[in-house]
């Protein structure tokens, strides 16, 4: 075979695996299905809604979105996993709290990095709340505060991660009260703080309402305040925290997402889907009962909410690190 005939036929074959690896458009994706990394155990509020609005949401792309829960880190395990993913619409994942504060902030891995990754939308805010369980003796947040006041340190609360959106808000909660709490930490969102209050290890727990959705309709739970500036559309028996006359605001997101450099089309093919699946009737309707608010931003609004979040909240946690209230 003379030189050039190799040549020739190298650079064929060259260009073919080009061809073949790299990420259909959107014209034809998706071809098969998509695997969705929600990074927290199975079973929590991020789990469920993810879950909903990806099943309404495949019927439009014509393929499955599976959920994969690759929970670790305050979510780091499971994003890292996003971010290096290939980068052809066929791995995404769900950013949380943690995953755009906790984790970035705490330095927690050195190659996580959010520029890795190309935002698709946001689906939710979700204001936390402090829930009690069915058996607490306490009917408003004045009742707590004042039994706190009688046995500082001796009311436990679960909280999730150490330094995380619920621990800062109880720390904010106990200044402005002054309070004295057993802040206990579970790692693991939602799901290990419900198996704690089911468990009779704490009756109190810090998250939000939706997490607690189905402990809540199940009798188990209910909701003493939600720290937010506006009532709740589902469970409107829950005073909001400026109605109880408390400047606590916490609370999280859900934030889908997909590995930087996935096709523009096909991200604007995955926004669609999402955005129309969330504003349909079915998924409204489910919401309605969970207490999360609907909350949708495109790719571009999501990315520069993500930027905000981040420099308002580092702000506050630089404040407190000042004042000695956390640690890095």
Known sequence: MTLLKTTTLFAAAAAAAIWFAAPASAQDYPTKDIRLVVPWAAGGGTDGISRKVSAIAEKELGQTIYVENVDGGMS???????????????TIGVLTYDSVITVPYQKLLPSYDLDKLQMIGRLTLEPDAIIVSKDSPYKSVDELIAAAKKEPGEIKVAVQNTGSRTHLAMLKFE??????????????????????MLSGEVGIAVTSLGDFSNLIEEGDARGLVEFSDTPNPTYKDVPDAKSAGLDVQSGSFIIVAAPKKTPEDVVE??????????????????????GVTPAWLGPQEATAFVKDEQDRIFAQFDSLKESGAISQ
């Open 76 to 90: 780091a395990n499971g994003i890292m996993n996003v971010m290096s993913a290939r980068p052809d619409g066929y």
């Open 269 to 290: 093919k995955l926004a669609t889907a999402y955005e129309n699946a969330l504003n349909g009737e079915e998924f409204q309707s489910w919401v309605s009962k969970v």
């Open 175 to 196: 200044k402005l009260t002054g309070t004295d709490l057993d802040l206990i930490a579970y790692p693991g969102g939602a799901s290990p703080q419900k198996e704690a």
